[in-house]
């Protein structure tokens, strides 16, 4: 190899790594700025020219991620969620019924809107209630962002690696949720029955001898016009409008406003998440363009033509090693030359989810949720995640080869 083509490596493996991490040492850097700053790197050091860099962003993945970001904060705006929890409190009479609420509705919002959103939204709402109720949070909360995990794998709107795999299968949107859905309903029982036993002393068989009323702030008429792009989006997926081009209607109809500056919604946007994601393209573009792709892909396609088991297993490993967004992206050009290319996909998805519940650094989700709980006081350990995370995990991975198999 060329030196242009070992100094590239260095510098791909290194952008890797610190967004496997989360940061480089001795730095004030996230995942966004390190994936750009690797980008730049390689299109200055010429592996790929501007133009190929242009080229290499999927901006079908970048407007999907948009149109749902707008939705997202216009949902959370309009108090929805706050809606949702003031019900789930309404309806929760024991520990074990509020556990399989927060349980089915964080799986349920998150196939829809993002498991990101989702534990970012309700992870205060359930530290309020557990405190209010008296309640031990940890489990709660484990139970919280295994879900959100868990119930992004059922659509392509469920999480960031679902829909690079929705956009570059064209698998379309009911194929992939009824391929995948069951699996996500499934899991969903297998993280209460975990939780139950494992924190069986916080879920014997009892009432609540406190009561918390939640008054959520309610816009109505925003909540409405949401509530209705929500809607029209779903029905044009379920019709075979492209994905990204629903996302957007949506976002576009909730843009047309007489009541809120745009400004406020804008504010809301986790733009680092689309810089991040642009960035990420360039750098993976640049494997295929420096002629490492050629190395990875001896490396990986024997694993990935395997079958579910195989595609399964090391899918796991490189989605901890780099994240799963990196791993589906490294995928992307091996998956079209295998044998069953659609199914290759689908367990793709399956596998790169579901392995985010392996450990508490195994995906954003859980790192939101601990991070806001440790503002808080609640401290959720690398070591506690573990008692009930990882033997979710493990199961719902097998679950997930078994349904493959078939």
């Known amino acids: 190899m060329s030196g242009v083509t070992i100094l590239a490596g260095i510098i791909i493996v290194a952008t890797l790594m610190g967004v496997a991490i989360g940061r480089w040492p ?97 992870t205060p709402l359930i530290l309020d209630i557990a405190a209010a109720l008296r309640r031990n949070p940890l489990p709660y909360l484990v139970a919280l962002v295994t879900a959100a995990n868990i119930g992004s794998v059922g659509t392509i709107t469920g999480n960031p690696q679902n829909m690079l795999v929705g956009i570059s299968s064209g698998i379309s949107f ?71 081009l629903a996302a957007a209607l949506a976002a576009a109809i909730l843009l047309i406003t007489r009541r809120t500056d745009p400004a406020h919604v804008f504010q809301e946007i986790d733009w680092s998440l689309l810089v991040f994601f642009a960035s990420l393209f360039v750098v993976t573009g640049a494997i295929g363009a420096s002629g490492l792709g050629r190395h990875l892909f001896a490396a990986l396609a024997p694993f990935a033509d395997g079958g579910p088991a195989s595609l399964t297993a090391v899918s796991v490993i490189l989605s901890n090693l780099v994240s799963n967004v990196p791993a589906v992206m490294l995928f992307r050009p091996i998956v079209p030359t295998l044998a069953n290319p ?19 650094l195994g995906s954003v989700a859980n790192l939101i949720v601990a991070e806001i709980a440790r503002g808080r006081g609640v401290h959720l350990s690398f070591v506690e995640y573990l008692k009930a995370g990882t033997p979710i995990a493990i199961l719902s991975l097998l679950l997930g080869v078994a349904w493959m198999s078939i």
């Open 26 to 122: 001795w730095l004030k850097m996230n995942r966004a700025t390190i994936a750009l700053v690797g980008a730049t790197f390689l299109v200055s050091l010429g592996v790929l020219s501007l133009e190929q860099a242009y080229a290499a962003v999927d901006w079908n993945t970048i407007l999907l991620l948009f149109g749902m970001m707008v939705l997202n904060v216009n949902l959370r705006m309009a108090g929805f969620f706050h809606l949702v929890t003031a019900k789930v409190l309404q309806f929760a009479r024991t520990p074990r019924m509020l556990l399989g609420l927060i349980i089915a509705v964080s799986g349920l919002f998150s196939a829809v809107f993002l498991n990101d959103t989702i534990v970012l939204v309700f």
């Open 174 to 244: 009911v194929d992939f949720t009824l391929e995948l859905g069951p699996i996500a309903l499934l899991g969903l029982a297998i993280i209460w029955v975990v939780i139950v036993v494992v924190y069986r002393g916080d879920f014997r068989r009892e009432k609540f001898t406190e009561t918390y009323h939640f008054e959520p702030e309610v816009k109505r008429p925003r909540l409405r016009k949401a509530l209705f792009a929500t809607a029209l989006m779903l029905g044009a997926l379920i019709a075979g409008t492209p994905v990204p």
């Open 342 to 360: 659609h199914d290759a996909w689908l367990t793709l998805a399956m596998a790169t989810t579901l392995a985010g519940n392996l450990t508490l």
